[in-house]
């Protein structure tokens, strides 16, 4: 993996820093790379085709062009980064997963894990949010991208990963996907929509 140090400005300006190829063969490539300005149309089709299942598991602010729009002005405004896994063939090119980083640690976060005994520090963890499209589902593609996202969150210096506002109790396939990927389960809490959640970590 590339251990060379990351920041929000240094990833806007250079993306290439930040990007992965995943699969290269002559029937397909799947690039793992920073979202860029020019993705709207190809983020708003992203949006547009989740499930109504799975827009429950996930707090974009809207699945429509606005959402999109919002989302390619934002790069380096604010402390998140987000990241797309980008299919192409010789047919198509599409985005088929959306993945966001948050640097920021809110209030509830570090009173929840500091129940569990655990006592997260700004600056040294994450918080971490990845949505696949419908089709795409259940392949593998997440646990493709994973080693790259934990390379990632390294290089900005961090230890540990959590989940940014857990996961929904009832998403099974996400659970058995963090568990899979190193993910401990650390207790469970009502979030403000009273839905069970749990929260989840990973150290790097």
Known sequence: MNME?????????????????LIDSPDRRLVLRPLNPRDVQGLTIFLEGLSQETRGFHSFSSYDEKCARDLCD??????????VLELTSKEYQEIIGVF????????????????????????TVCRLSPCITDEYQGQGYGSLAMPHMLDIAER?????????????ARNFRAIRFYEKNGFQNMGVWINPDNQECLDMIRNI
């Open 5 to 21: 140090p990351l920041s929000l400005g240094k990833v806007a300006e250079q993306p290439l820093c930040a990007t992965y190829t």
């Open 74 to 83: 934002s790069i380096n405004v604010y402390d998140k980064l987000r990241l």
């Open 100 to 123: 966001m980083f948050g640097f920021d640690i809110v209030k509830g976060d570090i009173e929840r894990y500091r129940g569990y005994g655990i006592e997260l520090i700004n600056d």
């Open 156 to 168: 900005f210096g961090q230890k540990s990963i959590i989940l940014l506002g857990g996961v929904l």
